[in-house]
């Protein structure tokens, strides 16, 4: 049985008619007769009552119209939805970021843009550090990651810059540093001055681009780093930096945490400089529609957001 025979079927059921229906299929009568005969044989029962004036459904014809007409339709619907998800409009996408990345106002942007142009395909939104998610694209449990610099650089794993900024320095509100500081401006703090001060910092397999940057410029500054403690989040950071347990850095796109409780100050004389990306993660041999239309859009994004800035 092939769909065309349904088409046929239901055309004859419609117009009841053998002839006016060969004439609306664009086909021969003759023709149109045998492939119904050849259904009532795989069928099994006569699907048509044949008269002089035309042909009226049997009993079992009459039941055969609602489910050929359920098939055609299950058809439509399926390959409607199969063009969609084709397209990227339709499946589900598993996003995995740190909490440091998703505190830049690109990447929630990115993500509610992508809802509103694609309210069908279902967001798998997981947090995660850097290690962790670039481990999750390497084994296909995450399609896209966003953090900020990369741990390793596995094969087939690709990598994409979408925008860089400035790393702050964060002091608890009081230190000697910022002393008589202006309220209304933000300090500058020269990296020597931080030389006895006992940093907290994101363990290395969670941030070792930024941890290392920060070491080596200490070290060109003619210290070392005196190192507090190690935590697995940035947002940790503020928060013991808050408690009075250390100093810290941050991306400048955190520096709305704990405003009350620590000072957040720019850096002078760091080499190299301190900055802070946001990388795209995704393995290169992905043939999703959905995630290529998520690339798209974040690179999109990311553009607009340095053309504006």
Same mark, same amino acid.
């Given at each position: 049985?092939?769909?065309?025979?349904?088409?046929?079927?239901?055309?004859?059921?419609?117009?009841?008619?053998?002839?006016?229906? $060969?004439?609306?299929?664009?086909?021969?009568?003759?023709?149109?007769?045998?492939?119904?005969?050849?259904?009532?044989?795989? !069928?099994?029962?006569?699907?048509?009552?044949?008269?002089?004036?035309?042909a009226a459904?049997?009993?079992?014809? $009459?039941?055969?119209?609602?489910?050929?007409?359920?098939?055609?339709?299950?058809?439509?619907?399926?390959? *409607?939805?199969?063009?969609?998800?084709?397209?990227?409009?339709?499946?589900?996408?598993?996003?995995?970021?740190?909490?440091?990345?998703?505190?830049?106002?690109?990447?929630?942007?990115?993500?509610?843009?992508?809802?509103?142009?694609?309210?069908?395909?279902?967001? =798998?939104? +997981?947090? *995660?550090?850097?290690?962790?998610?670039?481990?999750?694209? =390497?084994?296909?449990?995450?399609?896209?990651?966003?953090?900020?610099?990369?741990?390793?650089?596995?094969?087939?794993v690709s990598?994409? +810059?979408?925008?860089?900024?400035?790393?702050?320095?964060?002091?608890?509100?009081?230190?000697? !540093?910022?002393?008589?500081?202006?309220?209304?401006?933000?300090?500058?703090?020269?990296?020597?001055?931080? $030389? =006895?001060?006992?940093?907290?910092?994101?363990?290395?397999?969670?941030?070792?681009?930024?941890?290392?940057?920060?070491?080596?410029?200490?070290?060109?500054?003619?210290?070392?780093?005196?190192?507090?403690?190690? &935590?697995?989040?940035?947002?940790?950071?503020?928060?013991?930096?808050?408690?009075?347990?250390?100093?810290?850095?941050?991306?400048?796109?955190?520096?709305?945490?704990?405003?009350? +409780?620590?000072?957040?100050?720019?850096?002078?004389?760091?080499?190299?400089?301190? &900055?802070?990306?946001?990388?795209? &993660?995704?393995?290169?041999?992905?043939?999703?529609?959905?995630?290529?239309?998520?690339?798209?859009?974040?690179?999109?994004?990311a553009r607009?957001?340095?053309?504006?800035?």
């Open positions: 049985m092939e769909l065309r025979h349904l088409r046929y079927f239901l055309m004859v059921a419609e117009e009841q008619h053998f002839t006016r229906a $060969a004439e609306r299929l664009n086909m021969q009568q003759p023709p149109l007769s045998h492939q119904i005969r050849l259904l009532e044989e795989e !069928l099994g029962f006569e699907l048509f009552r044949r008269h002089p004036k035309g459904l049997t009993a079992g014809g $009459a039941v055969f119209v609602q489910e050929a007409k359920a098939i055609l339709r299950g058809v439509e619907q399926a390959s *409607a939805r199969a063009a969609r998800a084709a397209q990227g409009f339709e499946g589900t996408l598993a996003i995995g970021f740190t909490s440091s990345a998703a505190a830049h106002p690109l990447i929630p942007g990115i993500i509610r843009a992508y809802r509103d142009a694609y309210p069908d395909v279902h967001l =798998d939104l +997981s947090e *995660a550090n850097a290690a962790e998610l670039t481990e999750g694209i =390497d084994r296909g449990k995450v399609n896209v990651a966003i953090l900020r610099s990369p741990v390793s650089h596995p094969r087939g990598f994409f +810059s979408l925008l860089e900024e400035e790393m702050l320095l964060i002091l608890p509100v009081g230190h000697a !540093l910022v002393a008589g500081a202006a309220k209304d401006k933000m300090p500058v703090i020269d990296l020597r001055a931080l $030389a =006895d001060e006992q940093f907290i910092l994101v363990r290395r397999h969670g941030a070792p681009g930024m941890y290392s940057d920060l070491i080596e410029a200490c070290e060109q500054a003619g210290f070392t780093l005196k190192i507090a403690t190690e &935590v697995e989040r940035m947002l940790t950071n503020i928060s013991l930096v808050a408690a009075g347990a250390g100093v810290s850095v941050v991306p400048a796109s955190m520096k709305n945490f704990h405003r009350e +409780s620590v000072v957040y100050c720019r850096i002078r004389n760091a080499k190299p400089a301190l &900055v802070a990306p946001i990388t795209l &993660v995704s393995r290169e041999d992905s043939n999703s529609p959905a995630e290529k239309n998520f690339m798209d859009l974040a690179k999109s994004f607009q957001h340095k053309a504006a800035r």
